[in-house]
């Protein structure tokens, strides 16, 4: 269960909060970990963040990059095993949670007990339980209102309800972003039409952006996008037929998409702010090879863009 083991990292987490640069609050009887709204969080804060999200299902460090490729000197390297869980089931960003007056993308595995997203469905990937973990994207705390919300889709009381949060533009916030370069890459395959349950385990590095200034919302999304779609590279290992990878292998890549080739935060300008208008297809790594278990084959497709990179993480 999930939500179980990312609890139990929660409830052990709340006992060291301020050595990870965190602040913990209660709210509506559940529990809320700042982690870059009104405190400065940590890279350690962020990677606890990355960890609560898949459910704590993967292994996920902060190791040395290329400077001259990848324009940092630092990657987020995430590992796992249970792809499907930790990835579709727990760390895609899925549930927009809004209120009358907060929004936030949610993600983690409070996921599976609300159940309503159309992948899950697919997948059937569902969770039964009293305790919901999540994390928001915003820089803004979630109140009462938003404790009972989520409470309510997930059929628990509001004192299950356990949160962590911070805005892209903070340290932890950028970091737990970055570490979804394997649920990119999940995601697309799913979109087409992959068989993402034959994946039995995957690696992914994307390199650690620069944060942006406080408050500038735009240009963390951008640099934490553009970290994915210039600079990602994942390894999947999948028990598939070799003509099923081939089939999709190419379409895999952020390279693929009409959209490629310009920073995150000019193509999100250029669509007057609104992700819905961004090509979908956009969304995945820069670099993806998978492993064919059945046949011994290696299928790698796409490259990584420097010159973006550096324009959006030194412009």
Known sequence: MLNQEAYELFEHTCDYA????????????????????????????GLLLARLCMGDQADIAIVPADPDRFVTSNHVHVRTDAPLWACLGAQYAGWPVQTDDFFAMGSGP???????????????????????????????LPGESVFAHIAQECGIQPDGVHLAIAPS?????????????????????????????????????APLPPPSKPGDMVSGIGRTNDAMLYGANVTLWAEADDQAIESVIE???SSSSGDYGRPFAQIFKGYEYDFYKVDPMLFSPAR????????????????????VLRESFLG
Not at 19 to 45: E, I, K, M
Not at 113 to 138: F, H, M, N, Q, T
Not at 181 to 203: C, G, P, Q
């Open 18 to 45: 301020e050595n990870f640069g965190l602040r913990l609050h209660s709210v509506a009887g559940g529990r809320l970990l700042d982690a870059g709204v009104q405190t400065p969080g940590s890279l350690d804060a």
């Open 110 to 140: 409070m996921r599976l007990l609300r159940g309503r997203e159309a992948a899950l469905k697919d997948l059937g990937l569902a969770e039964e339980g009293p305790i919901a973990v999540g994390v928001l994207e915003s820089d803004k």
């Open 169 to 205: 533009h903070s340290i932890a916030g950028g970091t737990q972003v970055v570490a979804r370069s394997i649920e990119t890459a999940m995601h697309k395959l799913h979109e087409l039409k992959f068989d993402v349950r034959s994946i039995v385990s995957a690696t992914g590095t």
């Open 251 to 253: 379409q895999v890549p």
């Open 288 to 307: 993806v090879t998978i492993h064919g278990l059945r046949s011994g084959r290696t299928w790698i497709a796409g490259r990584f863009n420097t010159d």
